[in-house]
């Protein structure tokens, strides 16, 4: 995701019905921001997903987004996915999932590769809440070598709140613990509006991100910096 946005942060809905078969999206940003960070150096990107959903249990993905290291060249990071679902009632919904993070175009970027566990549950794809871990996330900002790898977790609590037909308020906390992989700690958040034109969900919010994110150690360090937001703008075509 481009930002905490509720709903989509899900990938699912309560209410919504699940087939077999193919679906994907393709999306551009003015941002490429996870979990309150730029992988992209607060420059545009672009995005791309596929998915293959078997029934209303499992969800298996392959994604990819604009990634730009500082002082190297555009790239991309990949997502590997496999999700198992379950519709609890008429209004709740569940999901675990594993996902896997590979960055191939900068191969001595180990901190880009990591595995992740997450569970989510939801309501009627009003609010969402989840938690993600990985044993084996690196120091991303942090000068240590040789490099720190350690456990990490994210929380996430996302609401979306209808106004009329498919124009949704959208808002989103997160804390990001990344102490034992050698970050700092730090929270981050999202508000705004979202619309949808057919295949087309647009999306536009202001994220922030508090002054203990961690950033690279060429830049002073971790500590001490004012808390950093932005605007966020995205449209995503689902097919």
Known sequence: MWAILAGPTLGFSASQAWADGWSGSLGLASNNLYRGRSLTLDRPA????????????WVFG?????????YEAP???????????WQLDENWAAKVGYARYEEPWNEWRSELRYDE???AIGYR???????AM??????V?????????????????????????????DAGFGYAYLARSGDANYRYGSVGLSYGIGDVDLAFARVWTD???PYYWWEGGDHGRPAHSRWLASAIWNF
């Open 117 to 119: 566990v997450n569970a």
């Open 62 to 70: 392959l994604g990819a987004s604009a990634e730009r290291p500082e």
């Open 141 to 169: 900002y942090a000068y240590t070598i040789p490099q720190r790898k350690g456990f990490a977790a994210w929380a996430e609590l996302s609401l979306r709140q209808p106004i009329a037909g498919r124009l949704a308020v």
């Open 75 to 85: 790239a991309a990071q990949i997502v590997l996915r496999i999700d198992r679902r």
């Open 134 to 139: 990985s044993s084996n996330r690196s120091a």
């Open 46 to 57: 672009w995005l791309a997903d596929l998915r293959y959903e078997i029934g209303n249990e």
């Open 211 to 213: 002054g203990a994110a």
């Open 125 to 131: 794809g009003r609010w969402a809440l989840s938690l």
